[in-house]
Nanobody
Framework: QVQLVESGGGLVQAGGSLRLACAAS????????MGWYRQAPGEQRELVAL???????NYVGSVKGRFTISRDNVKNTVYLQMNSLKPEDTAVYYC?????????WGQGTQVTVSS
């Protein structure tokens, strides 16, 4: 079983920055893709950024150039650096990890961007 613990959410003014982290622990043999999703009130959960085991990344268009996903394979941790935040980035952010042929979700962390 894999446990994911997220950190780094909070309240920030528009234009500010936050860095999210998600650490995976437990009986892990192999971690493949790691990603961040978000869900705003009344909206569907959407993929924000993804990073493969080889370090290839993919971003939703609205965050390109502002957000950066990275991972530390020694610490089994994925990060999301969010710069130039906008009010429309306000959502609960969830990490997702593909490990040992199963998918795992973090508990979610709230990001609120004030205008």
């Amino acid at each position: 079983q894999v446990q994911l613990v997220e950190s780094g959410g909070g309240l920030v003014q528009a234009g500010g920055s936050l860095r999210l982290a998600c650490a995976a622990s437990g009986s892990i043999f192999d971690i493949n893709a790691m990603g961040w999703y978000r869900q705003a009130p009344g909206e569907q959960r959407e993929l924000v950024a993804l990073i493969t085991s080889r370090g290839n990344t993919n971003y939703v268009g609205s965050v390109k150039g502002r957000f950066t996903i990275s991972r530390d394979n020694v610490k089994n941790t994925v990060y999301l650096q969010m710069n130039s935040l906008k009010p429309e980035d306000t959502a609960v952010y969830y990490c997702h990890v593909d490990a040992d042929r199963s998918g795992y979700w973090g508990q979610g962390t709230q990001v609120t961007v004030s205008s």
